[in-house]
């Protein structure tokens, strides 16, 4: 009994506002809702450029601190990942606790959807880790405020395909700063996590004749996926020491962290996956000292929420492939000021996505 009266005065004193990813964040709103059990957190990180929009993660956090953790990073990511793409929103993101394969249901979504609408268009959510656009459909019964639903239905469809022709763009300028060309044709490239969106590299850079290793905890889709792009499998996490020229962490983040930064061998850093440094300023001056080409991830992995973002200003599928293409031009400035200012990559990209957000802060401010 007194161990439980420790711990609960131990939570208690573990302030939100105190999270290490607290960054100055807007709104938190936590969800409950006892008859569905949904159990949510929405995080708005800024609005300064816009209404922030981004994608609702389903997932089986260990924690509810680990789940409030997840929703300030990635919420932050989405303020400089559409700042830097030069859109007018601002950084949002979800996280709904719980095994979207076992938990998920149209009730829950509905009641989730009713919690976004609560917020009047302060946040606008999409699809992700977990999530399909059938959901975004269901929620889309009871708000306005959410993208990413059916084509069949006025919307955009599912952004995966969108996002994975961004990483490319965003690793064959990674390849022609580094190899000085940008083709990937011989290059050994190791796709960590092969979900919608890393299935959707790996043949993007299979057809450009790249030699693709992948590594993913499902097996079965490993097995699949190696008899239809004629890939490399490796199991395990024991990946990072692999003889290779290009990583793409395509599943979750903080994978260049203490234990695996001085194991990798890979020469450029380009991947869909969210935060992929666990410590920004740390883990980036790291690469930069080993020479390691990092793109950053919230530049590269962007063109899902320039897909979604069609919904809001409707512009068609030119406009979102010439936008999305356009994140090798950016990315390849990123790695030109990087080495002029000598920062990281990742303050780089930083600093004009903080220098947009400031600018227009002033202008609402005069």
């Given at each position: 009994m007194t161990s439980q009266i420790i711990d609960a005065a131990a939570i208690k004193n573990d302030p939100v506002f105190g999270q290490l990813s607290f960054d100055g964040h807007e709104q938190i709103v936590f969800c409950?809702?006892?008859?569905?059990?949904?159990?949510?957190?929405?995080?708005?990180?800024?609005?300064?450029?816009g209404p922030a929009l981004g994608g609702t993660r389903m997932w089986s956090y260990k924690t509810e601190w680990d789940a409030l953790n997840d929703v300030l990073r990635l919420s932050r990511g989405m303020t400089y990942k559409s700042a830097i793409t030069g859109l007018n929103l601002g950084g949002g993101k979800a996280v709904i606790i719980g095994d979207a394969k076992t938990q998920k249901n149209d009730d829950l979504m509905r009641r989730f959807g009713e919690f976004v609408h609560s917020l009047s268009g302060k946040y606008i959510t999409a699809e992700d880790v977990g999530m399909e656009t059938r959901d975004m459909d269901v929620i889309r019964e009871v708000t306005p405020h959410v993208t990413g639903i059916s084509e069949s239905i006025g919307g955009s469809g599912n952004p995966s395909p969108v996002t994975a022709y961004g990483v490319y763009m965003g690793m064959k300028a990674a390849a022609q700063y580094k190899f000085g060309t940008d083709k990937l044709e011989g290059k050994k490239v190791l796709v960590q996590g092969v979900g919608h969106v890393g299935e959707t590299l790996v043949k993007h850079i299979t057809d450009e004749g790249a030699q693709v290793i992948i590594n993913d905890i499902n097996e079965v889709r490993l097995e699949e996926l190696s008899k239809k792009y004629n890939a490399n499998v490796v199991l395990g996490n024991d990946i990072y020491g692999l003889d290779i020229d290009i990583y793409a962490p395509c599943?979750?983040?903080?994978?260049?962290?203490?234990?695996?930064?001085?194991?990798?061998?890979?020469?450029?850093?380009?991947g869909a996956a969210n935060n992929q440094l666990a410590n920004e300023v740390k883990h980036g001056k790291l690469l930069q000292e080993r020479g390691i080409a990092y793109a950053p991830d919230f530049l590269i992995n962007a063109g899902g929420i320039i897909n979604v973002y069609a919904e809001l200003e409707g512009y068609g599928k030119d406009e979102i492939k010439k936008k999305t293409e356009n994140i090798y031009n950016t990315t390849l400035e990123i790695f030109n000021l990087s080495e002029q200012e000598n920062i990281t990559t990742h303050?780089?990209?930083f600093n004009i996505a903080q220098n947009r957000i400031d600018t227009r802060k002033k202008e609402k401010n005069s």
């Open positions: 409950n809702d006892e008859d569905t059990g949904l159990k949510a957190i929405i995080g708005i990180h800024n609005t300064v450029l599943a979750l983040g903080a994978t260049i962290n203490d234990h695996t930064i001085n194991q990798l061998n890979a020469k450029v850093i380009a303050r780089a990209a």
